[in-house]
């Protein structure tokens, strides 16, 4: 008898630039087993879109969250703070991926619990290195049913 198929991981996106978001999915479907990808532009949409899912049922949520910093309406520190005094969202591990290099930056982050805070590199071949690095981290020790 076969072992049943693991599912796969489901990784959310809050990133206002669309190049960067297209890299990072570019990354993610170059893994050996791609993960699932959705998208918010900014903090706000994520905080609606996260909230309506934790309404309904339970597994919708995400598994990981790749957030940038620097974004319109609500930027990710902001999100960062609301997810992890949310009941229902703060399991979710959010590694923060952002082109600032910040010392401030990097402590609020952690401050907030971010779970790895990562640098976006400049060139695509180590930015798609560093999202494969994540999303293997995560897909090897993330307990999915």
């Known amino acids: 008898m076969a072992s049943p198929k693991p599912r796969t991981l489901r990784i959310f996106v809050v990133d206002d630039d669309d190049a960067d978001t297209l890299m990072i999915e570019e990354a993610l479907a170059a893994a ?10 900014d903090g706000r949409e994520a905080l609606d879109l996260l909230r309506a899912e ?11 969250i790749l957030l940038d910093l620097n974004m319109p309406r ?6 960062l703070e609301e997810l992890k005094s949310d009941s229902q969202l703060q399991a979710i591990p959010v590694v923060v991926l952002t082109t600032s290099d910040a010392h401030p930056d990097i402590l609020a982050s952690y401050r907030h619990h971010a779970s790895a805070f990562v640098t976006k590199p400049l060139d695509l071949d180590s930015f798609e290195t560093a999202v494969q690095k994540i999303n293997s ?6 307990e999915l049913p």
């Open 32 to 41: 050996a087993v791609p993960p699932e990808t959705q998208r918010a532009h």
């Open 54 to 64: 934790s309404e309904g049922q339970q597994k919708d949520l995400p598994d990981l």
């Open 74 to 79: 609500m930027g990710g520190l902001q999100l």
């Open 137 to 142: 981290f995560f897909a090897d020790t993330a």
